[in-house]
C-alpha cells in the first residue's frame, strides 16, 4: 500500500515478508500516528464532546495533579509546554521568610523512583524554576526533594546532575525520619484546628490519629532515600543515630517503608554497624521517656529500657532477613497494600509479623510494643507491663482493637479522663468522614469500631465488657460510656448479631441525652440520631420495631428530620426500605424542605454523589414526601459536591415549577472546576455547568422569558459564550455594540481567564478599524478590553499576550498618550474616576478594589486616584504609538504577573511591550516570586525609578 507523497503527506512504504503476504502492522500503526497530518485527519472523523476540556488549554500544574492528572503533567513536561502554578510560592516549615518556587509542588506528588527520567526533561525543560548555578541553589533543591521524599527528582540530580551524596545528606535524611511523630502531632493540630471549635485544655487529652489518608499531606519516612545515599557512599560512617534511624514505630509506616526499613537493617547488618553498641546502645538509653503519652512513640516506650551502657546490645540474628528475602517478599504486595499503613493491613500475614520483629529487634525492645501484643500475640498480653494506660493513645487502641481493658485503664489513669472527651474524640472521628464523603457508602466506609479486630469473639467480649461497666452503678457516669453513644458505634459497624448483643444489655437505659439542646458536650458534634448510623436494610429493620421511639428521639432543632442524614449520604436504599416499613404512610421522617433539612438548608456540608439520586427520587414521590424549593435550592451550596450529570439536574428541574438560578448552583457540583476558572461558585467554566447551559438554551427558553429560570443580562450573555453562541452577540448588533455593551464584560473576563485567542481573534478582526481610533473608544469598551488583559494576567494565559504582538495588536498594552487638548484630559480623568467610583459599587464588575488601590490584593498604596489621574500624563517612548490604558491600570496588570511569578509572562511584557514598574513597587509585589526574583535582575536597565513614575 501507498500513499501519495504530497506534502505535508509523508511517503508510508510497507514491509513486506518473503511472501509478500503479511504486513508489519504494528510499524504501520505507528508511521501513521506519528504523521501530523493523517493524525489530524483521523482525529476529526472522531466524535468529539464539544465543550470538553481540551488538552492544550490545561497549563495550570495545581490542577493536574489535585485532579489526578499526573499521566498528562508528564506528557506535557516532556514536550516543554508551558505551565504555571496558581497556587503561589511554597512557605518553608519554621521560616516565614523562606519561600520555595511554586514548581516544588510537584516533588509532593510524583515520587518514585521511576520518575527520575521525567524529573530529567523536568529540570532541563524549566530551568528558570529549578535553579542550579551556585551551591546554594543547589543545596536547596536537594534539601526540598529530600524532605519530601521524592525518590526519582533525588536520583535524577544525582545521576544526570552531578549531585553529590555527603554524609551531610545522609544525616539530614535520618533527621526526617527523627521528626516524623513530632510532624504527625503538628498536622494533627493543624488539621482539628480545621474541623472543628476545641478548647485547648482539651486538645492534649485528644489522640494524635490524623484520619486524613492523603499520604501527600502527612509526614512521611524517607528510608528509600537513605538506602539509596547509604550505597552510594563508599563507606557507611560509624556514628549513624541508630536511635532516630528507627525511631518511628514499625506500625506507623506504610507498608512499602517498612521493607524499605528492613533493607536498611539487613545492609547495616551485613556491614556490622550494629556491633558498635557504645554508639547505638548509649542512643537507647536516652529512650523519649519525656515525650508525651499522645505520640505514637510513647507506645514502645512503656517499658523501660534498663540496659546498661556497659553492656552490648543482642540482636537476634534469626530475625534479619536477607535483601533477596525481603525483595521477594515485597513482590507478594499490591500498589494499593505497599501504601497502607502496616496497622490496617490486619494480623494475619506472617510476612509482615516477620518484617515488624525484624524492625523490633535493631531498637531493643522486641515484643514490647502494646500494638504488637494487641495485632500479633494478644494471648500474651499482660495490661501489668504497662504502668501508663492513663495515655490518650489507649482510647483510640481500645475501640480499634476491642480492648476493654485498655478502655478502663484509659478511664482509670487521669481525673481529665472522662466521657466527654472520649465522645468528642469520636465525633471528630465521623466529622472527617463527613468532610471526605465516605460516610454510607457500601464499598468505601470503614466503621469506628474494630478497625484492627478480626475475631468474633473478642468484639462479642468487647461489647459484653463495655455494657456491664455502663450497667455497674459504682462506676461513675464520667467513668464510663453513656448508653446510646455506645450502642450507636455498635450500629454503626453494621453486624446485626452485635447490634442484638448490645441490645439485650441496653434496652432500658436507650435514653438521648441532649434533652432538646442541639449540643450537651461544647465541643463535641456527635449525633445522637441512631438512624444516621444505620447502614443496611436489616439492622434497619430490626431497629423499627425494637426501639421505643419516644425515647431516642431528639426534639431539637438540629434533628427535626431523622431522615436527614440519609437524605445527605444518598442512602437511597434505606429510604425504600423504611417506606415499605411505614406503609407509605408519610409523616414528619418524610420531609425534604428548608425548616426540616436545617443542615441541607442553612449549613455547608460535603456530598456524596448519590445525593441527587435521592432528591430525585423525593421529586418522584410528591404524595409521600413534603418537599419545597430546597430540591434545587440545595444545589448552590456545596463546593465539595461530586460530579453530577444535565440529565440528573434537568430532571429536576422538568418535575418541579420551582425558580432555579443556573449561575447559582455550585460549579464543583459538576465534578472539578477547569483549571483557568477563578473556582467556588464564582467559577463559570466547568463543562457539565456548560452542558447544562447549552440544555437551557436549548430546550428551556420558555422558563428564560417567563423568568422561572432567573437570570441577569451579563449571566445570559456568559451563558451564550460559554455554550459557543458568540456570533449571536458579535453580528447580532454592530461590533462596537458588542464591546462597548456593558452586559458583556463577564464575556470579556471569561475570554482572558480561558486564553480563548480564536474568540478574541474574531473581536479584534472585525473591531480593529475602531481601536486604530483610541481616544473615540467607549469608557465600557475600554472597560471589557481591560478585564479581558486582566484575566489573561490573573490565569497567566501568555498566549492572549502573545497573539496581541503577533497580529499587531500591541499597541493595546502601551500607555496612553502623554500630552492632550485639556478638554480631552479631562475628560479621561472623569473616565478613570468613574471607572474606580462603578465598580467599588459593584463587587461583580471586577476593575474594583481587588485589582485597584487595594492593599488586601497586593496593589501598591501608592497606586491611589491621584496617580492614576497623574498617570495619564505618563508618556510612552514607542515611536509615537498609544495606547488604550494609563500607565497605573497597566501597573496593575504587570503588578498581578509578578504577584503570581509567572515568569515567563513576565519577561514576555518586560521584553515585547516594555512593561516597567518602580524600584519599591517592584519589592512590594515580589516577595515571594520566587522563579522572578532568581531569574531577573532589578536595575534601573529594565524598571523605571520613583522618579519616572
Not at 523562606?98 to 524549566?126: G, V
Amino acid at each position: 500500500m501507498e500513499l501519495i507523497n504530497n506534502n505535508p503527506i509523508k511517503k508510508i512504504k510497507t514491509q513486506h515478508n518473503n511472501d509478500n503476504s503479511v504486513i508489519d502492522k504494528e510499524q504501520l500503526f505507528f508511521k501513521i500516528i506519528r504523521n501530523r497530518y493523517l493524525f489530524k485527519k483521523i482525529l476529526g472523523y472522531l466524535k468529539r464532546d464539544q465543550f470538553a476540556l481540551e488538552f492544550y488549554s490545561v497549563i495550570d500544574i495545581n490542577w493536574l495533579l489535585k485532579n489526578n492528572y499526573p499521566g498528562v503533567l508528564k506528557d506535557k513536561v516532556k514536550q516543554g509546554h508551558y505551565l504555571i502554578t496558581s497556587d503561589g510560592a511554597i512557605p518553608h516549615t519554621n521560616d516565614t521568610t523562606i519561600f520555595y518556587d511554586s514548581f516544588f509542588i510537584i516533588f509532593e506528588y510524583i515520587k518514585s523512583e521511576q520518575d527520575k527520567d521525567f524529573y530529567r526533561s523536568l529540570f532541563n525543560n524549566y530551568p528558570m524554576h529549578f535553579k542550579m548555578e551556585t551551591q546554594e541553589q543547589r543545596d536547596r533543591l536537594f534539601e526540598y526533594t529530600i524532605k519530601k521524599g521524592c525518590v526519582g527528582a533525588v536520583i535524577c540530580l544525582v545521576e544526570y546532575f552531578g549531585f553529590q551524596v555527603t554524609q551531610e545528606h545522609l544525616d539530614a535524611a535520618i533527621l526526617i525520619n527523627t521528626n516524623y511523630e513530632e510532624e504527625q502531632k503538628k498536622n494533627f493540630g493543624e488539621w482539628i484546628s480545621q474541623q472543628i471549635f476545641i478548647g485547648e485544655e482539651i486538645l492534649p487529652l485528644i489522640p494524635t490519629i490524623h484520619y486524613n489518608q492523603d499520604y501527600k499531606n502527612l509526614a512521611t519516612t524517607v528510608f528509600k532515600i537513605i538506602n539509596y545515599f547509604m550505597h552510594r557512599l563508599q563507606q557507611v560512617p560509624l556514628h549513624l543515630n541508630l536511635k532516630n534511624f528507627f525511631k518511628t514505630c514499625p506500625f506507623d509506616l506504610n507498608l512499602s517503608e517498612l521493607f524499605e526499613a528492613c533493607l536498611a537493617i539487613d545492609f547495616l547488618f551485613q556491614k556490622g554497624i550494629f556491633n558498635n553498641y557504645n554508639y547505638y546502645n548509649n542512643d537507647l538509653n536516652n529512650n523519649n521517656n519525656n515525650n508525651s503519652g499522645g505520640n505514637y512513640n510513647n507506645n514502645d516506650s512503656d517499658i523501660n529500657n534498663n540496659n546498661n551502657s556497659n553492656e552490648s546490645i543482642q540482636i537476634n540474628n534469626s530475625l534479619i532477613k536477607s535483601e533477596f528475602e525481603i525483595r521477594k517478599w515485597l513482590l507478594e504486595f499490591n500498589d494499593k497494600q505497599l501504601k497502607t499503613k502496616v496497622e490496617l493491613l490486619g494480623n494475619k500475614n506472617e510476612k509482615i509479623q516477620a518484617l515488624v520483629q525484624m524492625y523490633m529487634t535493631v531498637r531493643c525492645k522486641p515484643h514490647k510494643c502494646l500494638r504488637y501484643y494487641l495485632m500479633f500475640d494478644n494471648a500474651s498480653f499482660d495490661i501489668n507491663v504497662f504502668p501508663t494506660l492513663g495515655s490518650r493513645i489507649y482510647l483510640s487502641f481500645s475501640f480499634d482493637y476491642g480492648c476493654n481493658v485498655l478502655l478502663r485503664g484509659w478511664f482509670d489513669g487521669g481525673s481529665s479522663n472522662c466521657y466527654d472527651v472520649s465522645e468528642i474524640y469520636v465525633s471528630l472521628y465521623f466529622h472527617y468522614r463527613d468532610r471526605e464523603h465516605e460516610v454510607c457508602h457500601l464499598l468505601e466506609y470503614q466503621p469506628f469500631l474494630f478497625r484492627q479486630c478480626v475475631s468474633k469473639d473478642i468484639k462479642e467480649k468487647f461489647i459484653k465488657d463495655v455494657c456491664s461497666d455502663i450497667l455497674n452503678p459504682n462506676i461513675s457516669k464520667s467513668k464510663k460510656l453513656e448508653p446510646l453513644f455506645f450502642f450507636s458505634l455498635v450500629v454503626d459497624y453494621d453486624d446485626l448479631e452485635l447490634v442484638k448483643l448490645a441490645f439485650r444489655y441496653l434496652a432500658p437505659y436507650l435514653k438521648n441525652p441532649l434533652c432538646g439542646s442541639e449540643y450537651r458536650n461544647p465541643y463535641s458534634h456527635f449525633s445522637f440520631n441512631v438512624y444516621r448510623y444505620i447502614r443496611s436494610v436489616p439492622v434497619l429493620t430490626f431497629l423499627y420495631y425494637h426501639l421505643n421511639e419516644e425515647m431516642i428521639r431528639d426534639q431539637s432543632f438540629i434533628t427535626s428530620c431523622r431522615l436527614e442524614v440519609w437524605y445527605l449520604y444518598g442512602r437511597l436504599e434505606l429510604l425504600k426500605a423504611y417506606e415499605e416499613l411505614t406503609n407509605y404512610k408519610g409523616g414528619p421522617d418524610f420531609e425534604f424542605s428548608h425548616s426540616s433539612c436545617p443542615r441541607i438548608s442553612f449549613r455547608g456540608f460535603a456530598l456524596n454523589r448519590y445525593f441527587i439520586h435521592v432528591v430525585q427520587h423525593i421529586v418522584s414521590k410528591p404524595d409521600l414526601y413534603n418537599f419545597d424549593s430546597l430540591v434545587l435550592d440545595c444545589l448552590k451550596y456545596y463546593p465539595e459536591a461530586r460530579k453530577f450529570y444535565t440529565t440528573d439536574l434537568a430532571y429536576l428541574i422538568e418535575n418541579t415549577d420551582f425558580e432555579y438560578r443556573p449561575f447559582q448552583i455550585s460549579c464543583s457540583i459538576f465534578g472539578s472546576c477547569n483549571p483557568q476558572s477563578s473556582g467556588g461558585n464564582c467559577c463559570f467554566s466547568s463543562t457539565n455547568r456548560i452542558r447544562l447551559f447549552h440544555w437551557i438554551l436549548k430546550e428551556k427558553l420558555h422558563d428564560i422569558a417567563i423568568g422561572r429560570c432567573a437570570l441577569f443580562a451579563q449571566e445570559l450573555n456568559e451563558m451564550k459564550y460559554l455554550t459557543g453562541r458568540i456570533d449571536e452577540l458579535i453580528f447580532s448588533n454592530n461590533t462596537v455594540g458588542f464591546v462597548g455593551n456593558p452586559f458583556c464584560k463577564q464575556i470579556f473576563q471569561r475570554i482572558g481567564e480561558r486564553g480563548d485567542v480564536k474568540t478574541l481573534s474574531v473581536i479584534m478582526e472585525t473591531f480593529f478599524s475602531t481601536l486604530q481610533q483610541s481616544l473615540s473608544l467607549s469608557f465600557t469598551a475600554k472597560t471589557n478590553l481591560y478585564e479581558l488583559l486582566k484575566y489573561a494576567a490573573e490565569f497567566g494565559r501568555i498566549n492572549i499576550f502573545q497573539f496581541l504582538y503577533k497580529n499587531n495588536y500591541s499597541f493595546v498594552l502601551l500607555p496612553q498618550q502623554q500630552q492632550q487638548q485639556p478638554q480631552q484630559q479631562q475628560h479621561q480623568t472623569q473616565n478613570v474616576q468613574n471607572l474606580i467610583q462603578d465598580n467599588n459599587d459593584n463587587n461583580d464588575n471586577d476593575i474594583n478594589n481587588n485589582d485597584i488601590n487595594n492593599n488586601d490584593n497586593n496593589i501598591d498604596n501608592n497606586i491611589n486616584n491621584n496617580s492614576i489621574n497623574n498617570s495619564i500624563n505618563n508618556s510612552n517612548q514607542n515611536e509615537g504609538i498609544y495606547g488604550l490604558f494609563s500607565q497605573s491600570l497597566l501597573n496593575v496588570i504587570f503588578a498581578k504577573v509578578i504577584e503570581k511569578d509567572y515568569i515567563e509572562l513576565y519577561l514576555l511584557l518586560v521584553n515585547t511591550f516594555n512593561f516597567k514598574i518602580s524600584n519599591e513597587q517592584f519589592q512590594f509585589h515580589s516577595g515571594s516570586s520566587i522563579s522572578i526574583l532568581n531569574n531577573v535582575i532589578v536595575n534601573n536597565n529594565n524598571i523605571n525609578n520613583n522618579n519616572n513614575n
